[in-house]
Structures are given as structure tokens and as C-alpha cells.
């Protein structure tokens, strides 16, 4: 970063190979806040032999597991140590406000922790064969070689949902920040280092996923590709595996469902609405993005929504006073505004916003304003597609049996939220929806100690929780006779 080499491969820090750089601009003025080296195909190939070499020779997946797990722990101490430079450059980076960038290094923390706990307690399985000679253990090893690419939104809180367990099990890895927002993730691979990762184990490129896709995952010498984006690079990595029959975790995008029934409790309710969807400026895959709404509130609803939406302080991250930044480029800003004209075009009602901000402080940023479009349904594209940005649709339901079925009514199944002060209703409510997590009168939140994951084109695996460390492990059978003995099946011999 800024002169420093960017690329660790093979335990080296290192320029890229054509010295080529890349520009990170801070979407909150459009200022250039770092060159990073941009890494060649070349480049990320050495890092995946790196990564095979390092796994081959065979020392860390034999480093005793409560060595790793305290490697973990060390992490985590040192990430509350340099908590604020790492939240400084994620605003700096993704344009979302300081505030939310400090809880994710919070978050990353306890994912370390999280992990550096679980994998020195998990335990081999002894399996009773009704044989006392024979001991049958079920054993977990590492998977080996990981390729790990995250996306721009949550870039070290996604990467460590993946480097944690990764390191846990005893894999070895490449892993690839989303080339919008690298600075977190360099800072943590410094870090990582600091706290005694060996050489080989964590490599790192950045650079355009296009560019560098087919050297990390149309590569034999991968054994696992865990992927959080978007829901078109998660079916080009997944054909791109099949080839090598390699095992792919994707966590894909979401067009999530936020279901309000008449019962529900006003206050938190419309303010769980507000944040569920503009929170980081709707650039979140589990954003509460369609308002279900039962008839008989719906106006009252969506006019204090409304009114709500207009108070929100959208400003630059580093100001104290914003509560939501800007969207993370022009071009995805582009995008943005392509779905609002979209939105129009269906015949939807734009209720707010649909505009960047007229503040001329903000005019050199990506802003966007907080949007809502009324009168939706589910024929539009604006309510089936991830605009992913700050835009709320509006659809109306009178019967239970049609809030389920719009709820379900997405080609996603990523997450999803009820509220009803009815607990029969919201245990059916929970139990129908198809979707990855479901809030019930609450939205958002997660632990790393629970399973997260999608349903349908969200993705396949889980990441967080155990299952988000078996994911880097496979599982063998030892079948150990300790008194062996002819098996006298061909008797002619
Ligand atoms: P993206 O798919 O454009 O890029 C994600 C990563 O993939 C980047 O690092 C990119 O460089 C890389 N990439 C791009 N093409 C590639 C290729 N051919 N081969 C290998 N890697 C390639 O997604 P994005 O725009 O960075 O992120 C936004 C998306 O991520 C949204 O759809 C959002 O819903 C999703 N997301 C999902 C979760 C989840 O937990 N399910 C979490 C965060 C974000």
C-alpha cells in the first residue's frame, strides 16, 4: 500500500510481477486514499502453489490444535489492538460510517475468538463396531488448499468468516479482498503475520476477480473455493469447479423480505424497517429490502416511513453526525439509479427519494438518497432483483397463507424478518419461510456462533457457527484392527 508491497506469497512480501497498481478511491469525495498492487494471473498462480506447497510439506495441518487455536486467540488481541486504523481504512475504503466499521472489527474479533474456541474442543468420533478389537475413530482434517474471495461490502468481516475457520482447521489458503476495498484485508494479512501465521499458510493477491478468477479456481491444486458476491460470479466459480470436482462454498445475494403484520409493535417495527434496508446504504445481502405489509396499516405505515426516511443524515463516514455514507462507486451508484428509472418504468410509486442529495458538500461522493417505492408487486423487477442500495418496495398482503407465499416468492432465500405480537403466528410465520436466517421482531442481527447461510440461489454452505468450520475439513474414517486376522472369505486358497 503506498509503496509497500501488497502480495504475500510464500511467506514474502512482494510487488506485483508487472508492477502494475491500482487506485482505491474513497467513495465519500472520490479522493484517491491508496495505490495497491494489482496483481497478474501469474502472480495469484505462485500464490495457490504457495498455499499446495505449504500444505504438502505437512507441518501446520500437524501443529497441534491448541497451537492453532491460540494462534486465533493472538489474532483477536491484536485486532483489538489496531482496531481503529483497520475501521479507519474500511470507511475509507467502503464509505460506510466509522461507527459501523468499528462494530465489524468488534464482529471480526469475536469471529477469531469465536473459532480459536471451537477448535480446541472438537472432538474425533468413536464409533462401536461390535467388535472390541477393532477401534473406529471418524477423524476431521484439514480440506488443504482454500481460495477465499470476498465481496466489497463487509470486506474484513466477510474475509474472516473465512480465514478464521480456515486457519482453525489447519488449512492453508489465498486469499482475494474484493479489488474495491483491499486496505482492510492487507492490514489484517500484516497483522495475521505479527501474531505468528507461518510462512506459506495465508497468502494474499488483490486485483480484478475477471482478471484473476481462472488462475484461483480453475486450478487442480485447490481443494475448497469459498465465495461471498454476487449471484453471477457465484455460477461462473461453481461451473468453473466442476471441472476439478473441487468443493465450493458460495454465499450469494439476497431480496429479502421484511413481513409486518397489523399486530406488530409500532415503534420498533418502523424502525427496524428503516434500518433493515438503508442501513450501509442498503449494501448489505441480508438488507430487508421488500416491505410486506398487511392492508389494513399499510398507509399509516408507509407514510411515517416516509416521513423517517427523510430525516436520515447521509453524509461522509468520518462525520460523526452521518448516519448512513455513500453507496461504494459511481458505477455501482450507476447501477442504482438504472433500477429507481426501472422501478418508474414498472409502474411503481417512487414515495421518496430516488435522487442523490442536493447538499453540494456531498456532490463529489457517491450519495444516494434513502428511496421508497409504494404500490409494488411481484411482476417487477425492482421487487425480484439485489438492486442492493437504498430502495424499500412496498407490497400488501391480507391473509397469513399471502404474506408466506410473497415472502417465499424470490429466487433467493437469504434471510428474512416478521413481526407480530402473535406467537403462535410467528412461530408458522418462521417455520415457512425459506430462507437462510428469519428474525422474529428484530432484524440484522447475528452471532458467530450460529450457522449463516442462504436457501435457493443465496448459496450453498454455511458459513459461522461448527458448520462454518467443517466447512475446511474432511471427515475420514479409521478403521484400526488391533488383533488382525484372515477375513476367510475365498476359502479355496
Ligand atoms: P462480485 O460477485 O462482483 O465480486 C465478489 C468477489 O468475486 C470480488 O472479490 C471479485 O473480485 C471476485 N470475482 C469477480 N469475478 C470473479 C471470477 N470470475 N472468478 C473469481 N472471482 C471473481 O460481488 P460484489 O459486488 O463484490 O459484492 C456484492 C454481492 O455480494 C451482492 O450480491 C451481495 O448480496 C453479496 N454478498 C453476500 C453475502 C452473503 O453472506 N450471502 C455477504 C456479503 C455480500
Known amino acids: 500500500m503506498n509503496g509497500d508491497p501488497d502480495l504475500l506469497i510464500g511467506g514474502e512480501w512482494i510487488h506485483a510481477s508487472d508492477g502494475g497498481l491500482r487506485q482505491i478511491v474513497n467513495p465519500a469525495d472520490g479522493s484517491v486514499v491508496a495505490s495497491v498492487d494489482e496483481a497478474t494471473t501469474e502472480d495469484a498462480r505462485r500464490a495457490v502453489a504457495a498455499a499446495r506447497a505449504t500444505f504438502d510439506e505437512g507441518a501446520w495441518a500437524a501443529t ?257 453526525a452521518s448516519e448512513t455514507g455513500p453507496l461504494v462507486s459511481e458505477q455501482h451508484r450507476a447501477k442504482v439509479e438504472a433500477y429507481v428509472e426501472l422501478g418508474i418504468s414498472e409502474g411503481a410509486k417512487l414515495v421518496t427519494g430516488g435522487v442523490r442529495p442536493s447538499d453540494p458538500a456531498l456532490a463529489a461522493g457517491s450519495f444516494f438518497l434513502p428511496t421508497i417505492f409504494d404500490n409494488c408487486d411481484r411482476s417487477m423487477r425492482i421487487v425480484q432483483e439485489e438492486t442492493f442500495g437504498p430502495i424499500l418496495t412496498v407490497e400488501r398482503f391480507v391473509t397469513e397463507a399471502e404474506a408466506i407465499r410473497l415472502g417465499n416468492d424470490t429466487e433467493y432465500g437469504l434471510a428474512g424478518g416478521v413481526r407480530t405480537t402473535d406467537p403462535a403466528r410467528g412461530e408458522r410465520m418462521v417455520r415457512a419461510l425459506r430462507h437462510g436466517t428469519i428474525w422474529l421482531n428484530d432484524f440484522g442481527y447475528y452471532t458467530a456462533a450460529a450457522e449463516w447461510g442462504g436457501f435457493k440461489k443465496s448459496g450453498n454452505g454455511r458459513e459461522l457457527g461448527p458448520t462454518g468450520l467443517t466447512e475446511y475439513q474432511e471427515i475420514k474414517h479409521i478403521w484400526h484392527n488391533t488383533a488382525p486376522k484372515p477375513a476367510e472369505w475365498f476359502k479355496g486358497v
Not at 461462473?236 to 421484511?258: D, R, Y
Not at 438488507?287 to 389494513?296: D, F, M, V
Open 64 to 320: 497441534p490444535v491448541a497451537e492453532r487455536a491460540a494462534l486465533l486467540l493472538r489474532i483477536a488481541d491484536l485486532l483489538e489492538r489496531d482496531k481503529e486504523q483497520i475501521a479507519h481504512l474500511e470507511t475509507l475504503d467502503t464509505g460506510k460510517t466509522l461507527v459501523e466499521s468499528r462494530i465489524d472489527i468488534d464482529d471480526v474479533v469475536s469471529v477469531f475468538r469465536y473459532y480459536g474456541g471451537l477448535v480446541a474442543v472438537q472432538a474425533d468420533r468413536v464409533v462401536d463396531v461390535g467388535d472390541p478389537t477393532v477401534i473406529s475413530r471418524v477423524v476431521r482434517e484439514p480440506i488443504g488448499v482454500c481460495v477465499l474471495i470476498a465481496p466489497w461490502n463487509y470486506p474484513l468481516l466477510q474475509m474472516s468468516w473465512k480465514i478464521a475457520p480456515a486457519l482453525g482447521a489447519g488449512c492453508t489458503m489465498v486469499a482475494k479482498p474484493s479489488e474495491v476495498t483491499p486496505l482492510s484485508t492487507i492490514a489484517f494479512v500484516r497483522l495475521a503475520e505479527e501474531a505468528g501465521v507461518p510462512s506459506g499458510v495465508l497468502n494474499l493477491v488483490q486485483g480484478s476477480g475477471a482478471v484473476l478468477g481462472s488462475a484461483l479456481t480453475d486450478n487442480s491444486d485447490v481443494d475448497f473455493i469459498s465465495f461471498t458476491g454476487g449471484l453471477a460470479t457465484g455460477r461462473i466459480i461453481s461451473e468453473v469447479a466442476a471441472e476439478h470436482v473441487t468443493k465450493v462454498a458460495v454465499e450469494l445475494g439476497g431480496k429479502n423480505p421484511h413481513i409486518v403484520f397489523a399486530d406488530a409493535d409500532w415503534e420498533s417495527s418502523v424502525d427496524q424497517v428503516l434500518t433493515g434496508v438503508f442501513l450501509h446504504s442498503g449494501q448489505v445481502c441480508s438488507a430487508g429490502t421488500r416491505l410486506i405489509i398487511e392492508e389494513s396499516i399499510a398507509d399509516d405505515f408507509v407514510a411515517e416511513l416516509v416521513r423517517r426516511a427523510e430525516l436520515i443524515r447521509v453524509g461522509n463516514g468520518m462525520d460523526a
